[in-house]
């Protein structure tokens, strides 16, 4: 967890480390020319299969100079062999990147080498653009072309930047419903990044009881809870099959944490919830953090090496933001037994390296805007809720502590599949503390299904007065940032579970200015 705001370079050592792939298959999936000398094996046009590119494009780890490129062949996208009907053979993907929809303006290309070992997922990075820049990319395997995608590249570092604006989802049961909220994120007019904060995929066995998303049909293969790379995979591709989910992912750059789904239901670091064996949950782990790799645009630093990987990542939006992305479920302690090991100093939800990582981050920030996504929510809601922060409320206070060193630090979450607002409490146990940031929670994209304004409990939320909104429909939230406000829109729609033509509703708006912790509604 290097503490400046990219990465350092991944050693060759580590490479070789990384999931049991070889240095070169890795090498291969980012930059073909540089791997080897020797042309790679590529399908002929003629022999190459049809629709290769059915689960779009992507980009992520936006940089100054550059992004990360994604894309995953698959003309079949739901075999259940969870190599999407590709033959098991190398193919030459080409990508370009052009400053304009037309590509007249190319200004870089190159080429990686989609392989069985990486489920024929490709993850290019783009370097050397100019900074502060719209850039469109597609990608060429045999004759076919891929999707358009588009990314902004970030501000120059320190430069000043008038605004950012960036949309923040959660939690996309594709089973409960249709990705409608997805739809109009993606018709969003101001939107430079996308956020997903957890719980991408769901492991869950998908039957009659649970798939409420009318007019959808699913396999066999599909109907018991997920454990192996290939169903890993499969539910990758089932869900990335939806169109709006594309849409989002071609609008902008993306960047993602996972919370529990993505492996198991609440599991904590390397113990499964349902007791598992501990190996043999270690292997799900292994093939679960895998597959996120696979099918995300993210840098080759967060492909695991067995069950150890490295999701966090931070980047500065010139001066005006730093954004930390933080592993919440991956280095937690277990659940306390009762109240006394609930409240025990040396609990971590984050882990004792990456406790200093962003520590070190939200100290040395000179950004107007300290964002940090996690996969759970962090203000003190109920005591119970031990797989949110209120289960490690030590380690709450600690980052509090660090919170309160930045200036205008804001805590960006989902898991809840609710809408909250709140301002966090400088001290849980003193409420005349004051606040020392806000949180915003988004609601989920699709599970849970319908929702309504007050599903779950509301009384429990809205008790505590720092908590400014609360709503249980599906949706998603759209932030903008400025050197002087930081304005939140959290947005909803009324269906999903009969088909995905519910409009969009404002649900609240509220206004922060710099320098004051507050939710204004707007």
Avoid at 288 to 294: D, G, L, N, T
Wanted: hydrophobic share 40%; with cysteine.
């Amino acid at each position: 967890m290097p503490s400046t705001a990219t990465r350092a370079p991944v050693s060759r050592r580590r490479l070789l480390q990384l999931s049991g792939a070889s240095a070169a298959v890795i090498a291969l999936g980012i930059d073909a020319r540089s791997a080897r000398s020797e042309p790679p094996s590529e399908l002929e046009g003629a022999a190459a299969p049809e629709g290769m590119f059915s689960l779009g494009v992507a980009s992520g780890a936006p940089r100054p100079d550059g992004a990360v490129l994604w894309t995953r062949l698959a003309p079949e996208p739901l075999a259940e062999d969870g190599h999407g009907g590709m033959p098991l053979k190398e193919v030459t993907v080409r990508w370009e990147v052009a400053t304009d929809e037309e590509f007249r303006g190319i200004v870089a290309h190159g080429r990686a080498l989609a392989q069985p070992a990486l489920a024929h997922a490709v993850h290019p990075r783009v370097e050397g653009l100019d900074p502060g820049t719209e850039h469109f990319y597609r990608f060429r395997a045999g004759r076919e072309l891929s999707p358009v995608g588009r990314f902004r590249t970030l501000p120059a570092e320190g430069e000043p930047a008038e605004s950012f604006s960036f949309g923040l989802v959660s939690c996309q049961a594709w089973y409960h419903g249709h990705f409608t909220a997805h739809r109009h994120l993606a018709a969003e007019e101001d939107l430079d990044l996308v956020v997903f904060v957890g719980d991408y995929i769901y492991e869950y066995g998908i039957t009659e009881t649970n798939l409420w998303r009318q007019g959808a049909e699913v396999g066999e293969a599909h109907r018991v809870e997920i454990e192996t790379l290939e169903q890993y995979r499969l539910r990758y591709a089932l869900f990335k099959s939806d169109p709006h989910l594309q849409a989002v992912h071609a609008r902008a750059a993306a960047v993602a944490v996972w919370d529990d789904h993505e492996v198991q239901n609440n599991y904590t670091g390397a113990l499964s919830d349902t007791g598992i064996p501990e190996d043999d949950f270690a292997h799900r782990i292994a093939v679960a953090y895998r597959a996120f790799y696979e099918n995300m645009p993210l840098d080759v630093a967060a492909l695991p090496d067995g069950t150890d990987t490295d999701i966090t990542d931070g980047f500065d939006v010139g001066s005006l933001a730093r954004f930390s992305l933080l592993d919440s479920r991956q280095f937690r302690d277990a659940k306390p037994a009762d109240a006394a090991e609930q409240h025990r100093e040396d609990r971590t939800i984050l882990g004792t390296e990456q406790e200093e990582w962003v520590g070190e981050r939200l100290a040395s920030s000179t950004a107007t805007w300290n964002l940090l996504a996690n996969g759970v929510v962090l203000v003190p809601i109920d005591e119970a809720s031990t797989d949110m922060w209120d289960g490690y409320p030590a380690a709450r206070r600690r980052l509090l502590a660090q919170m309160a060193e930045a200036s205008n630090p804001v805590m960006l979450t989902g898991d809840i599949h609710k809408h909250v607002a709140a301002e966090i409490p400088a001290d849980p146990d003193d409420p005349a503390a004051g606040a020392l940031g806000v949180e915003l929670v988004c609601t989920s994209i699709a599970s849970d299904g319908d929702g309504a304004a007050d599903a779950g409990t509301p009384e429990t939320w809205t008790r505590h007065e720092y908590v400014k909104l609360y709503d249980g429909r599906r949706g998603y939230v759209h932030v903008r940032l400025t050197p002087q406000e930081m304005v939140s829109s959290f947005r909803v729609v009324d269906w999903i579970e009969a088909d995905d033509t519910a409009p969009e509703q404002l649900r609240a708006r509220f206004t922060t200015p710099a320098g004051e912790p507050r939710l204004i509604p707007a």
